[in-house]
């Protein structure tokens, strides 16, 4: 990787970072890791993904602890562990189902990308669901319904700030392959 491709994928994790705290604070929503994670397999590297999950995971721990007052004891940390490996999960799954739709047209792939990183993200968070006996409400119909649509439709809107980014020449496209 050269300095300016390495260059281009620090500012790109930057800004779509800062995006979705940004999305995510003025929702009042969890982390769209899923959205994340599709979008990263959709146009970056997985390298690129998973670097931008766990900027995305920090900024969100930070300001759960720092700003919001929220305390840190083990069942909490267990969740920060579980969204952090969800997210990494959902980059893995995205990737993978990026690679082996690579044939097909656009929306096909980003349909399914996206919906195999919300299953994977929510897989993770299901095993701790039943091993803390905990959370079981995030896996209400309806619960999984909305955050679907409300992650699905958070992608789209980083779908087209990135193409903006591209047309201004910032950050510069990195294939998902490379």
Do not use: Y
């Not at 969204?83 to 980003?110: C, D, F, P, Y």
């Not at 993770?124 to 955050?147: M, Y």
């Amino acid at each position: 990787m050269t300095k300016s491709s390495l260059s281009g994928s620090s500012v790109w994790i930057a800004i779509i970072a800062a995006a979705s705290t940004i999305i995510s604070l003025v929702l009042a929503c969890a982390t769209p890791f899923p959205a994340l994670a599709a979008l990263a397999a959709g146009s970056r590297r997985k390298l690129d993904g998973l670097l931008l999950v766990g900027a995305a995971w920090v900024a969100a721990q930070a300001i759960g602890i720092c700003i919001q007052g929220q305390t840190l004891d083990a069942e909490k940390a267990i969740w920060g562990a579980t969204l952090l490996a969800g997210g990494m999960i959902s980059v893995l799954a995205a990737h993978a189902i990026a690679q082996g739709l690579h044939r097909t047209g656009t929306i096909v792939r980003a349909s399914a990308t996206f919906a195999g990183a919300f299953v994977g993200f929510k897989a993770v968070v299901l095993v701790t669901t039943l091993l803390l006996d905990s959370g079981h409400g995030a896996f209400a119909a309806d619960v999984l319904a909305r955050q679907f649509v409300r992650n699905g439709l958070i992608f789209a809107g980083l779908v087209v700030l990135q193409r903006g980014l591209g047309t201004i020449g910032l950050p510069a496209a990195r294939p998902a392959h490379a």
